[in-house]
Antibody
Framework: QVQLQEAGPRVVKPSETLSLTCTVS????????WSWIRQSPRKGLEWIGY??????KYNPSLKDRVSISMDTSKKQLSMRLTSVTAADTAVYYC????????????WGQGALVTVSS | QSALTQPASVSGSPGQSITISCTGT?????????VSWYQQHPGKAPKVVIY???VRPSGVSTRFSGSKSGNTASLTISGLQAEDEADYYC??????????FGGGTKLTVL
């Protein structure tokens, strides 16, 4: 079955860029939509955005700072969030997004990223 | 984009039924039938228990059911069991094709 694994630096300095990758195994990457979702104690679950072979879409509250892309040759998704602050400290998940139905399954195990100097 | 409204906590005794509400607007919950529910145990990733308002994924207990009326969706868990104690989140498709989550509800099994 499809499995997802997030990877990337776990500590990022304020004002710098947070970068994560998500490796997809056990299934096709081009046939689906893929979302990034984060969870902080303060805000609960927050949808960041999705990528597919044909389009991307972002949360309006983050769209000026976030970009999500797909590398089909590596079967990887990437997420970059610029100008981070302490408010961006969260567990970041990637998940397969069932496009129009907008439900997520499976999820990666999550990556805790802390913004700190 | 404000989070969907869920009660912060609900509780019930083993064997009882509980319902968690999720209130949005006509631009999200009240629009299409694309509301999903997630169960999250401490330290674990969320797991879908209901999608498209009423559909239960394979492997999810029949004790979980979903419904919707107007701008409010609901998750009902019948025959509460200790293992149901977790956080529950709703999520909706929106009119501009984004997704929005609820604030989450902590379920305590007494």
């Amino acid at each position: 079955q499809v499995q997802l694994q997030e990877a990337g630096p776990r500590v990022v300095k304020p004002s710098e860029t947070l970068s994560l990758t998500c490796t997809v195994s056990g299934g096709s990457i081009v046939s689906f939509y893929w979302s990034w979702i984060r969870q902080s104690p303060r805000k609960g679950l927050e949808w960041i955005g999705y990528v597919s072979y044909i389009e991307t879409k972002y949360n309006p509250s983050l769209k000026d700072r976030v970009s999500i892309s797909m590398d089909t040759s590596k079967k990887q998704l990437s997420m970059r969030l610029t100008s981070v602050t302490a408010a961006d400290t969260a567990v970041y998940y990637c998940a397969r997004d069932r496009s129009l139905s907008a439900w997520f399954e499976p999820w990666g195990q999550g990556a805790l990223v802390t913004v700190s100097s | 984009q404000s989070a969907l409204t869920q009660p912060a906590s609900v509780s019930g005794s083993p064997g009882q039924s509980i319902t968690i509400s999720c209130t949005g607007t006509s631009s999200d919950v009240g629009g299409d039938n694309f509301v999903s529910w997630y169960q999250q145990h401490p330290g674990k990733a969320p797991k879908v228990v209901i999608y498209e308002v009423t559909v239960r994924p394979s492997g999810v207990s029949t004790r979980f059911s979903g419904s919707k009326s107007g701008n409010t969706a609901s998750l009902t868990i019948s025959g509460l069991q200790a293992e149901d104690e977790a956080d529950y989140y709703c999520c909706s498709f929106t009119a501009d094709k984004t997704r929005i989550f609820g604030g989450g509800t902590k379920l305590t099994v007494l």
